[in-house]
């Protein structure tokens, strides 16, 4: 059974990409994703742009995009991969543009750690270098995960109390309570 869509959810719009080939004066050709973007929906797609990246600057929202698109590696369909990235950034719902550049980056490096685990398991004879790998982006990935965490709870820290007491008189004890040895 598929997610119901919720009202406010029925106007937006899913960003979709299509391959495009570029190629420069030197003759070097290239794969890009670019957006499908119909004329009348040219608002709705800004819009969604800059939810997903939690950027306000429609260029710097775009550009976050391409630039996790690109830092994953072994894109064999630039589309899909395009469509992959957006669907990411947009489930960790960057609040304002730092956020989206740490979200990006993110996405980044859970794609890149993938690939090396990807190819640990297929390349036999680079297997320790893939996971070598692997793990030096988790550590990054992980700061990264601190560092947005940090970032939304603005370094407030949380104390939960779990333990306490409070005496006859209405004084309050927090902590473990020990009797003193007889």
Known sequence: MGKQKLPEEENKLSLRFKSEQLTNEAGDSKLRAVPEVPNEMEDAYLETVSEITGALNEMLGQQLIHQAINASPGANEI????????????????????????????????????????????????????LSRFLKLNRQFLACLQGLLKYRNRGQ??????????????????????????
């Open 79 to 130: 589309d899909v991969e395009a469509e992959a990235v957006s669907a990411a950034l947009g489930e960790m719902q960057p609040k304002d543009a730092a956020e989206g550049m740490l979200v990006t980056q993110m996405v980044s490096l859970h794609n890149q750690m993938m690939y090396y685990m990807r190819r640990s398991i297929e390349d036999q004879w680079e297997t320790e270098e893939c």
């Open 157 to 182: 820290q949380n104390v939960i109390v779990q333990n306490v007491n409070v005496g006859p008189d209405g004084k309050a004890i927090v902590g473990c309570i020990q009797s003193p040895p007889r």
